[in-house]
T-cell receptor, first 113, second 113 residues
């Protein structure tokens, strides 16, 4: 049982480049979300989705896009990377965003030079 | 303003010492409460959760937490820590109908052998 799978685990970008962080889950969870983790700031919600075709913004959505074409996949796109987006990114899914626990991927460490 | 507050950013204890990590939240209404743990190099995983009922909840590895509604608090405790408890601990809150989990800034626990 793979759970939540994120790729890549590490990435270095130059300012202005674009990239997509992939997230896939095999638990048939409707709810998926992206967080960034920065020292001293905990986890901050970037975007989330309550089902295929439905996405919404979290606390820090600027500079990021998402889409949800299938239940399994929830990619996060950086259209023009900035040094402020250097962070560790976590994808998480849940059966229910209120009562269910969040299952996290292993994280993607992104450095923007 | 931080809506989930963890007052201790870094805690250092010797093995067998008792642990209490504070967590306060500022949301009204019905909430669910969680503690997650992130061991070095690993992804976040659920430690324990409170939905309703007995305000003293027990989780994995001997951890417990007490929900005090009047104080908007959900403090994590362990009577005797082990070196293997070295990790970062995050308090989280979910709110009915908000489809979001709100995380605190985390507390790094360092247990000296």
């Amino acid at each position: 049982n793979a759970g939540v799978t994120q790729t890549p685990k590490f990435q270095v970008l130059k300012t202005g480049q674009s990239m997509t962080l992939q997230c896939a889950q095999d638990m048939n969870h409707e709810y998926m979300s992206w967080y960034r983790q920065d020292p001293g700031m905990g986890l901050r919600l970037i975007h989330y989705s309550v089902g295929a075709g439905i996405t919404d913004q979290g606390e820090v959505p600027n500079g990021y896009n998402v889409s949800r074409s299938t239940t399994e996949d929830f990619p996060l796109r950086l259209l023009s990377a900035a040094p402020s987006q250097t962070s560790v990114y976590f994808c998480a899914s849940s059966r229910d965003p209120y009562t269910g626990e969040l299952f996290f991927g292993e994280g993607s460490r992104l450095t923007v030079l | 303003a931080q809506s989930v507050s963890q007052h201790n950013h870094h805690v250092i204890l010797s093995e067998a010492a008792s642990l209490e990590l504070g967590c306060n939240y500022s949301y009204g209404g019905t909430v669910n409460l969680f503690w997650y743990v992130q061991y070095p190099g690993q992804h976040l995983q659920l430690l324990l959760k409170y939905f309703s009922g007995d305000p003293l909840v027990k989780g994995i590895k001997g951890f417990e937490a007490e929900f005090i509604k009047s104080k908007f608090s959900f403090n994590l405790r362990k009577p005797s820590v082990q070196w293997s408890d070295t990790a970062e601990y995050f308090c989280a809150v979910s709110r009915y109908n908000f489809n979001k989990f709100y995380f605190g800034s985390g507390t790094k626990l360092n247990v000296k052998p």
